[in-house]
């Protein structure tokens, strides 16, 4: 194991993050002491909402505290503030316009866990299909109802390092914290052989295209920024009757979450789109519908019936209110 101590040197922000100052991008410089020699490190850029996580595929946050605190308090100020934001992402995002990530995790059915006596019932088990192991399995296993507190674990100080998500400026008096989720972890944490989250997502009524026209289009924009909608997990695109001309989950299919239009072109270049429909979304249904006019909704048809895995790109509307505290207790 080896022996680490953080030194604080210097910290400097550099660049503003948006409007609000909670929203800052913050370089935090330090020094660390690793056997002997020194190396100045930095946190990386911060990557924030459910844009973030599945734009880049890392939710990274970064908040600092108040100015004059003790150590102590001003780390457990900004890791507050770090978690509250990775939690309204995590956990409070929607899945259906009723439930959030965190409830369906909460409200999990239960499942089976069998352990192995020994070798020889290794084997049978080995030997057994699928599906007889798991008839198998709900006969003489336990009954066990999914860990949440093993769900929020999939938050990580950012660095490699123990503790070197969090850095104390002695000077100023201030703390600085920086958490991650990793997309690929969100996803192992919520879809496995005990829970499946999105097991019974709801595609809806079929769109039936007024026209069938023939598109070129192989990228799509939906600028949503004239409406209150939210970025969720599941984007359901609605016809003007709310019937479903697209459904698909964000970190999964190419769906990805832009603030503005420049940011969505860049998204959608990443992503090979050469020829691309933009269109004004004219509302929002429940947490996870976003309705079009009936020429966009015909000619998104058209361009999905060609490619399923299309890449959409939502502008959404930036000014969001400010996350409540949902810190759960342990068990929550």
């Known amino acids: ?43 990386k850029e911060p990557s924030e909402g459910l844009g973030g996580l599945v734009n880049t595929g890392t939710l990274r ?76 399995i709900e006969k003489n296993g336990k009954e066990k109802k999914y860990d949440y507190d093993k769900f929020l674990d999939i938050v990580k100080e950012c660095g490699q390092y123990k503790k070197s998500g969090r850095f104390y400026d002695a000077v100023e008096e201030k703390g600085y914290v920086c958490l991650r989720v990793e997309l690929k972890d969100f996803f192992a944490a919520v879809q496995n052989d005990k829970i499946n989250i999105f097991k019974e997502l709801n595609f809806g009524e079929r769109y039936r295209p007024m ?12 600028n949503a920024s004239d409406i209150d909608y939210v970025p969720s997990f599941y984007v359901k695109v609605l016809s003007p009757t709310e019937e479903t001309v697209y459904a698909g989950l964000a970190g999964k299919r190419k769906v990805f979450f832009a603030k503005d239009i420049e940011e969505a072109k860049h998204l959608l270049g990443e992503n090979g789109a050469k020829r691309v429909y ?55």
């Open 1 to 43: 194991m080896r022996n680490i101590s953080i030194l604080i040197v210097f910290v400097l922000i550099v660049i503003s993050f948006g409007a609000h100052a909670q929203n800052q991008e913050t370089n935090v410089n330090v020094v660390l002491e690793i056997e002997g020699e020194y190396k100045i490190e930095a946190f």
């Open 61 to 136: 946050v970064i908040r600092e505290s108040e100015a004059g605190l003790p150590k102590y308090t001003a780390l457990n100020d900004a890791m507050q503030k770090a978690r509250r934001h990775v939690l309204s992402v995590i956990q409070d995002s929607y899945i259906t316009n009723e439930l959030t990530v965190g409830a369906a995790v909460k409200n999990a059915p239960a499942y089976f866990e069998y352990k192995e006596k020994d070798e020889e019932d290794k084997a049978k088990l080995a030997a057994m299909t699928q599906e007889e192991r798991k008839a198998f």
């Open 211 to 222: 026209d069938n026209v023939q598109v070129p289009y192989d990228g799509i924009i939906i």
């Open 278 to 332: 933009n269109t004004p979304a004219i509302g929002e249904t429940g947490k996870t519908g976003i309705r079009v006019n009936l020429p966009a909704a015909d000619r998104i048809y058209s361009a999905v019936s060609k490619d399923k895995n299309i890449p959409f790109v939502i502008i959404y509307k930036t000014e969001q209110p400010e996350e409540e505290d949902t810190i759960p207790a342990a068990g929550e």
